[in-house]
């Protein structure tokens, strides 16, 4: 069983930046190396969304509305993925989440942490 761990999160102003890590208990590099990745988030009375994913090839893909603004890349080596986020309006307060997928579908959730965007 794969645990994908969050860290990160945090109360910021408008304007501000923070950097989310999501690190994964599996032995073997390689093997994460093969699982594409991505981020969610929930706000409070909304639907889970994705913002933004990084496949195994390092390809990426965002949410329109943090295009140009967050950054996914992943670090195979330390079995890590990464959300840069700048420029934070308090629309991204959500609680974020770590998601991984790997080669049957088989999919694991880290626990998320929270995001407080202030105005």
């Known amino acids: 069983q794969v645990q994908l761990v969050e860290s990160g999160g945090g109360l910021v102003q408008a304007g501000e930046s923070l950097r989310l890590s999501c690190a994964a208990s599996i032995s073997s590099r390689i093997v994460f190396s093969t699982y594409d990745m991505a981020w969610y988030r929930q706000a409070p009375g909304k639907q889970r969304e994705t913002i933004a994913q990084?496949?195994?090839?390092?390809?990426?893909n965002y949410l329109e509305s943090v295009k140009g603004r967050f950054t996914i890349s992943r670090d195979n080596a330390k079995k890590t993925m990464f959300l840069q986020m700048n420029n934070l309006e308090p629309e991204d307060t959500a609680v974020y989440y770590c998601?991984?997928?790997?080669?049957?579908?088989?999919?694991?959730w880290g626990q998320g942490t929270q995001v407080t965007v202030s105005s």
């Open positions: 990084i496949d195994s090839n390092g390809i990426t």
């Open positions: 998601f991984a997928r790997r080669w049957d579908n088989y999919h694991y």
